[in-house]
T-cell receptor, first 119, second 112 residues
Framework: AQSVAQPEDQVNVAEGNPLTVKCTYS??????LFWYVQYPNRGLQFLLK??????LVKGSYGFEAEFNKSQTSFHLKKPSALVSDSALYFC?????????????????FGAGTTVTVRA | DAGVIQSPRHEVTEMGQEVTLRCKPI?????LFWYRQTMMRGLELLIY????????DSGMPEDRFSAKMPNASFSTLKIQPSEPRDSAVYFC??????????FGQGTRLTVV
């Protein structure tokens, strides 16, 4: 079974400081990993994904994430946070190794991390 | 493309009434997903379709919930009869080939 854990319910940082949102995953095969952001009363917006290749992936709005296979982690980072980055962030995983061939197409989401960036 | 379109955006209904939520996926996408979001349970996958065929409905909570996809451009999620515990935000998402899922704005359902 696939699962995602976001160990922090909330992350608070000052504007201009680096931002990190943590995510660990569990899959039986290779992971297909995603980060989404949700603003109040909106749907989820795609930020970035990892399936293969360079462990550091770059996404929208200056965000990046680092895939670490040995630690089964996929932490989201931004070097300098903005007040407008305040939102709810979700990590998600799809297991490419399970049945049917190529894995299941279901995404499992973490519980979400609320990011607050103070001016 | 206008993205995934859901209607209505808000729905308030009385317990016992039938509720129908609608979704138009992004043109050309072959996967469609229905999710429910609550504070207590987070984001839950209810059901997903591939090429209009239901693939996995294991997340559908009860027989009161049903979903259909009569064609590639339309899907419905129906709750009959509705109960107060069904109050949540329901999201529809679509993807191409199981890749990145694009979400609609959601339908906020309140059952009183």
């Amino acid at each position: 079974a696939q699962s995602v854990a976001q160990p922090e319910d909330q992350v608070n940082v000052a504007e201009g400081n680096p931002l990190t949102v943590k995510c660990t995953y569990s899959v039986s095969g290779n992971p297909y990993l995603f980060w989404y952001v949700q603003y109040p009363n909106r749907g989820l917006q795609f930020l970035l994904k990892y399936i293969t290749g360079d462990n550091l992936v770059k996404g929208s709005y200056g965000f990046e994430a680092e895939f670490n296979k040995s630690q089964t982690s996929f932490h989201l980072k931004k070097p300098s946070a903005l007040v407008s980055d305040s939102a709810l962030y979700f990590c998600a995983v799809r297991d490419l190794g399970g049945p049917p061939p190529g894995g299941d197409y279901k995404l499992s989401f973490g519980a979400g991390t609320t990011v607050t960036v103070r001016a | 493309d206008a993205g995934v379109i859901q209607s209505p955006r808000h729905e308030v209904t009385e317990m016992g009434q039938e509720v129908t939520l609608r979704c138009k996926p992004i043109s050309g996408h072959d996967y469609l997903f229905w999710y429910r979001q609550t504070m207590m349970r987070g984001l839950e996958l209810l059901i997903y379709f591939n090429n209009n065929v239901p693939i996995d409905d294991s997340g559908m909570p009860e027989d009161r919930f049903s979903a259909k996809m009569p064609n590639a451009s339309f899907s419905t999620l129906k709750i009959q009869p509705s109960e107060p515990r069904d109050s949540a935000v329901y999201f529809c998402a679509s993807s191409l080939g199981g890749g990145v899922s694009f979400f609609g704005q959601g339908t906020r359902l309140t059952v009183v």
